[in-house]
Every structure is written in C-alpha cells, then in structure tokens.
C-alpha cells in the first residue's frame, strides 16, 4: 500500500498569498497518478488536479500541479477568501488508492 | 449532468449491517467505474473500494475486505455499499464518486454522502 504524508498538517496565510502543499508518498506513483481536491465543511471534495498536473473542467489556473514520482506539490498563487479549504492528494496508481491525511489552509 | 444520488442517513446499531445506495443519471451507467470513500467526524477521507458497473468487478481495501460488499443493478443505474458487522468507529459520511473520465482518472463527481452512525 502506498502511504501518502502532506505537509504542513495547516497552513495559515493570508489572502493574496502563495500556498505550496506538499504530498510524498512511500513508493513511486506509477504514471504519476496522483490527484489534489479541495474541501469545504459539509461538503463532499471537489477534483482540482489530476495526473499531478492536469486541472479539470473550470479549476482557475490560479492552481496549478507539480511533482513526479514520490514528490508532488500543490501551488495557488494568490489565495481568494473562497480557497480557505482543506486539501488532500491521492494516488489512483495502484489499488488501494489511498488519500493523503490533508492539509488545511486557513485565514492569517 | 451527471448525478449521483445517494441513500439517506442510517442509524444503526453494533453488529448490525448497513446497505447503501448510489443512483446514477446523465451519463452511460457501464462506462464508468465507482468509488466509495468514507470520512469519520473531524478526520480525512479513506477509500474503500471501487466497482465497474459493467461487469460487476470490485476491488476492496484490505482494512474492508471481509466486511464489505459493493454490487450495482444496470437496470436502475444504481450501485451500492453493504458494510456488515458495525462498530462505532463506523461511523461516518459515505460517498459514491464516478471517476472523472473513463479508464484511469480519479474520482470527479460525489454523491451527496450519506451519514452512517453506529450506536447502542
């Protein structure tokens, strides 16, 4: 099983600032599959970054995908107040697709 | 568009066993696998297995293996989640997801969850 670990566990900043979350995992992630989503209290997760660097359908390009192999990294570059969030990666390499255990960016 | 619309809201009681449902529209029920991932009070999200409403086929995480099981009926677009012999760290929100696109993509539309609490 492929263990993912992001960091920090939160990040506080304030809007207008660059957040950079990391995600590593244990074992290669073949084909680079690893994804970010964002999540809101009360809500279920919403895909922002697939193949560690593609956005899906209507994710500002504000952020934007890195990393290969066991290092990854989540980029927004200049929070809006609606970015304050949760975010977890996951591999969907190889089964079990494991979620990393998140990082929360909150309000400076 | 597409729509996943789950069951609602269970309480149940330890030992017991807790069928989920997930039904599906606006999009070709067999062409696109479905995952089920669960997410405790507070905590993050854990995955727990994927099925291909085509022909059936599941894959479980080993934590759930011997307690879960995930079918799909095509004639009503609908998949669900049993998960047997209940305990109180059960409880959670269960969510179904459709993978973004067909073959190997990640999860892209959510039910809505459904709360399951377990307690005596």
């Known amino acids: 099983e492929i263990v993912l670990t992001q960091s920090p566990g939160t990040l506080s900043l304030s809007p207008g600032e660059r957040a950079t979350l990391s995600c590593r995992a244990s074992?290669?992630?073949?084909?680079?599959?690893l994804a970010w989503y964002q999540q809101k209290p009360g809500q279920a997760p919403r895909l922002l970054i697939y193949g560690a660097s593609s956005r899906a359908t209507g994710i500002p390009d504000r952020f934007s995908g890195s990393g290969s192999g066991t290092d990854f990294t989540l980029t927004v570059s200049g929070l809006e107040p609606e970015d304050f969030a949760v975010y977890y990666c996951?591999?969907?390499?190889?089964?079990?697709?494991?979620f990393g255990p998140g990082t929360k960016v909150d309000i400076k | 568009q597409v729509l996943l619309v789950q069951s609602g809201a269970e309480v149940k009681e330890p030992g017991a066993s807790v069928k989920i449902s997930c039904k599906a529209s606006g999009f070709t029920f067999t062409s696109y696998f479905i995952h089920w991932v669960r997410q405790a009070p507070g905590q993050g999200l854990e995955w727990m297995g994927i099925?291909?409403?085509?022909?059936?086929?599941?894959s479980y995480a080993q934590k759930f293996q011997d307690r879960v099981t995930m079918t799909r009926d095509t004639s009503t677009s609908t998949v669900y989640m049993e998960l047997r012999g209940l305990r109180s760290d059960d409880t959670a929100v269960y969510y179904c997801a459709r993978v973004y696109y067909g073959g190997n993509f990640p999860v892209g539309y959510w039910g809505q969850g459904t709360l399951v609490i377990v307690s005596s």
């Open positions: 099925i291909d409403p085509s022909g059936g086929s599941t």
């Open positions: 074992q290669s992630i073949s084909s680079n599959y």
């Open positions: 996951q591999q969907y390499g190889s089964s079990p697709f494991t």
